[in-house]
C-alpha cells in the first residue's frame, strides 16, 4: 500500500453519527486476537488481521470468527500480504460458507496513521467494513475492545481526511466463556480458576446483579428513579422465569448437582492417573 497523507480522526462514540450500526462480537474473536498478538514476530509492535461473520436482518454485524494477515508496517506506509489473506478466507469458507468478511481487526489503543491505509484496502473487500481494536497492552489497566467504522472527508474533488466513528460494540458470551475472559483482562493472574472458582465466581457476580436490580426496585419505589417501563418488562421476565420451588427442594437440586460436579472431576482425576500410570508401566516394560 503506498504512502498516505490524510489525517486520520478518532471519535467516541457519543457522537450522533453512525449510531444506527452496530456491531456484536463472539469471545472466540477476542482470544484469537490475543494468541496472535502473543505469537507475534518479535520486531512487530502490533498484529492485524480479517474478521468473518456476518450481517443480521436488523443490520448488526456479527463477527464471529477471525484470522491474522501477515504485514510490515512503517512510519507512512503499510504492506499487506494479500495472497496470504485470499488463501485464508477460502480455507474458511470452504468450511463455513456463511462467513464472510465484515471487516479486520488490530492490537492496541484506537486507531493510527496506517488505520486509514488498511481500512481503505478492507473497503474494497466489503462494503462499510468494522475496524475492530483490541487493547492488548492494558493502557488503561484493562483490555479495552472498541469498533470504529469510517468516512472519508473531503475537500472538493480532495480527500482529506479519513474519520472513524466509534459505534456501539456487544460482547455476547456465556458465563463459562465470560468467567476466561474476565481472567484475560486481568493484568496479573496467579493460575487459571478452577471450575468450582469459576462457579464460585459467577455465583459473586450474580450476586452483585440481584443487589444492583434490589436498590433499583427499591429506588423506583420510594420514588427516588424514575420508573422505565422497559427494564421493569426485563425484571418481571426474570421473576417469572424463577421455578416456584420450596427452599428446602431448591437446596436439594443444588446439592445433587454439586455432588453430581464433584463426581466427575474426582472420575476424570482417576481416569488421569490411570492413564500415567499406564504410561509409565509400559515405558519400564520397553526399557526391561
Avoid at 464471529?64 to 499487506?80: F, G, I, K, M, T
Avoid at 455476547?172 to 484475560?184: I, K, Q, S, Y
Avoid at 496467579?190 to 444492583?212: N, R, T, Y
Avoid at 417501563?229 to 437440586?253: Q, Y
Wanted: one cysteine or more.
Amino acid at each position: 500500500m503506498a504512502a498516505s497523507d490524510r489525517t486520520v480522526l478518532q471519535f467516541s462514540s457519543s457522537s450522533s453519527s453512525s449510531q444506527s450500526l452496530s456491531a456484536r462480537v463472539h469471545p472466540l474473536v477476542v482470544f484469537n486476537i490475543c494468541d496472535c498478538y502473543v505469537r507475534r514476530p518479535d520486531q512487530a509492535e502490533r498484529v492485524i488481521g480479517t474478521l468473518l461473520g456476518s450481517v443480521l436482518p436488523d443490520g448488526t454485524v456479527d463477527i464471529r470468527n477471525s484470522y491474522a494477515v501477515p504485514h510490515n508496517e512503517s512510519v507512512d506506509q503499510v504492506a499487506l500480504d494479500i495472497e496470504y489473506h485470499h488463501n485464508m478466507l477460502i480455507s474458511h469458507q470452504k468450511v463455513n460458507p456463511k462467513e464472510v468478511i465484515v471487516g479486520w481487526y488490530s492490537t492496541g489503543l484506537g486507531v493510527t496513521g496506517g488505520s486509514a491505509l488498511i481500512h481503505e484496502f478492507y473497503s474494497r473487500e466489503v462494503p462499510n467494513p468494522i475496524h475492530l481494536t483490541v487493547d492488548t497492552g492494558f493502557t488503561n489497566g484493562e483490555g479495552t475492545i472498541k469498533a470504529y467504522v469510517s468516512n472519508n472527508l473531503s475537500l472538493g474533488d480532495r480527500q482529506i481526511a479519513a474519520q472513524f466513528q466509534e459505534v456501539p460494540l456487544d460482547l455476547r458470551m456465556v458465563e463459562a466463556e465470560r468467567v476466561g475472559f474476565d481472567t484475560l483482562k486481568s493484568t496479573n493472574v496467579d493460575k487459571i480458576p478452577s471450575d468450582l472458582e469459576g462457579m464460585e465466581m459467577s455465583m459473586q457476580h450474580l450476586l452483585a446483579l440481584i443487589d444492583d436490580i434490589y436498590r433499583y426496585v427499591d429506588d423506583v419505589v420510594e420514588g427516588r428513579v424514575a420508573p422505565d417501563n422497559k427494564i421493569g418488562r426485563f425484571v418481571s421476565d426474570a421473576v417469572g422465569a424463577l421455578p416456584k420451588l420450596p427452599p428446602e427442594v431448591f437446596d436439594k437440586l443444588v446439592n445433587d448437582s454439586l455432588q453430581d460436579h464433584l463426581l466427575l472431576l474426582y472420575l476424570s482425576s482417576i481416569t488421569r492417573t490411570q492413564l500415567s500410570l499406564a504410561e509409565k508401566l509400559n515405558t519400564a516394560a520397553q526399557i526391561l
